[in-house]
């Protein structure tokens, strides 16, 4: 599994990027949402891995990391933009969610 972070995206994570969150979690939301299959994939900056559970993804400019059991949600080859100041992220397939407020990035993922 790859994310490629293009460089708009990359000016708008980066300051929010410190020594508490420091990595960034491919996340499956089901807040509010139903079942468990009924959800929307998001991304959230984190401070901490589950070894048992996570697993790295490919990206060239910091720890990117998912939960195997929601690596199902997601693509092989993924792209985080920017478009009109939120998050976009986007697969060949299509767009998986196409608004992400920067502002829910450091919201607390359960565990």
């Known amino acids: 599994m790859r994310l490629t972070i293009t460089n708009s995206a990359w000016q708008e994570l980066e300051p929010l990027i410190d020594q508490e969150y420091h990595t960034l979690r491919l996340y499956y ?12 994939p998001t991304i959230r900056l984190v401070n901490h891995m589950n070894s048992r559970s996570d697993k ?11 939960d195997q059991q929601q690596a199902v949600f997601f693509r092989k080859e993924m792209k ?13 397939e299509g767009i998986l969610n196409p608004v ?3 502002g829910t990035l450091k919201n607390e993922v359960p565990l």
């Open 100 to 102: 992400i407020p920067t």
């Open 29 to 40: 939301d089901t807040e509010g949402l139903g079942c468990g299959v009924n959800g929307q």
């Open 56 to 66: 790295q993804v490919e990206n060239d400019d910091l720890p990117v990391i998912i």
């Open 80 to 92: 985080l933009d920017l478009v009109r100041g939120t998050f976009r992220l986007s697969s060949p």
